[in-house]
Nanobody, 124 residues
Framework: QAQLVESGGGLVQAGGSLRLSCAASWSTFNGYAMGWFRQAPGKEREFVAAVTWSGGTTYYADSVKGRFTISRDNTKNTVYLQMSSLKSEDTAVYYC?????????????????WGQGTQVTVSS
């Protein structure tokens, strides 16, 4: 059974940084692109960032470009989201997800397995 476990969320002041981690089983992780999404209260889940299997290509939502960095360590079956210059509008539950073999990288429908999420709260 596919399993994705996020960690690293918490409360941080505006302008601060956090690093989220998402650990997966080998069978879930191996060979797949991975992504991060977030969902704020009362809003739809939205794309944040994605990285290809090799790590050579990354994708970002315009709202986080230049502030967030996605990376992965394939030896540890883990994907990371380094978040800097955090703003109050970054407050949300953050989810990692595995991208399936087809579909648009920034589209929710392209992702077939999801973690339970980790809360990030940015205080202003």
């Amino acid at each position: 059974q596919a399993q994705l476990v996020e960690s690293g969320g918490g409360l941080v002041q505006a302008g601060g940084s956090l690093r989220l981690s998402c650990a997966a089983s080998w069978s879930t992780f191996n060979g797949y692109a991975m992504g991060w999404f977030r969902q704020a209260p009362g809003k739809e889940r939205e794309f944040v960032a994605a990285v290809t299997w090799s790590g050579g290509t990354t994708y970002y939502a315009d709202s986080v470009k230049g502030r967030f960095t996605i990376s992965r360590d394939n030896t540890k079956n883990t994907v990371y989201l380094q978040m800097s210059s955090l703003k109050s509008e970054d407050t949300a539950v953050y989810y990692c997800a595995r991208k399936g073999v087809s579909g648009a990288t920034m589209g929710l429908g392209a992702y077939d397995y999801w973690g339970q999420g980790t809360q990030v709260t940015v205080s202003s």
